[in-house]
């Protein structure tokens, strides 16, 4: 009800209804957070990435698992947004969603060779951006380093979460 869409409205959302848990509109903030990012595509505006080292070994099934744990507890790892159903943009809370980890295997790349692979990913991400109305515009990849070393980049966009939101996310991860 607070989304106030209309039944054709409805049926013209980017998500099948039986995927959908909630609908409601954005804060004041998180509308200039989203139209300042559709004004600006390619910029990676309000794009926010987070590299984490670890320096011991992980289960990958584990690591993924505990993400899917994560999202499952919280809708707004789980929320994607619309913008052109009418005069209100809203978040669409996705009933499940997996996290979208990608695991990347660097252990040929040298320590010198690293860095730049790593700012090469993250500028490319900047570009690319999300597709906020088709993906909740969070990722997470596990860079494989070494057996026993790996880099943890999180990306989100700031109309999902803020800083201090994603630590408290990030906290209960490793938890």
Not at 33 to 53: F, N, R, S
Not at 88 to 103: D, F, G, K, S, Y
Request: hydrophobic share 45%; glycine share 6%; charged share 20%.
């Amino acid at each position: 009800p607070l989304a106030g869409l209309s039944q054709a409205q409805l049926g013209r959302l980017p998500v099948a209804a039986r995927g959908i848990e909630d609908i409601y509109p954005l804060s004041p903030m998180q509308e200039g957070l989203l139209m300042h990012t559709l004004l600006e595509p390619g910029t990676g505006i309000y794009l926010m990435q987070y590299c984490y080292p670890v320096d011991h070994a992980i289960a990958i099934d584990a690591f993924n698992q505990a993400w899917k744990t994560v999202i499952a507890r919280h809708d707004v790892l789980r929320t994607s947004f619309c913008w052109d159903l009418g005069e209100r943009m809203v978040q669409i809370v996705h009933r499940r969603t997996e996290p979208a980890l990608r695991v990347l295997d660097w252990r040929h790349l040298s320590p010198a060779e690293y860095e730049p692979a790593l700012q090469a990913e993250l500028e490319q991400e900047l570009q690319h951006g999300f597709a906020m109305d088709k993906e909740v515009p969070l990722r997470v990849r596990l860079i494989q380093l070494a057996a026993d070393r790996f880099g943890f980049v999180f990306s989100n966009h700031h109309v999902l979460l803020d800083a201090w939101c994603r630590m408290g996310v990030v906290d209960e991860f490793f938890k």
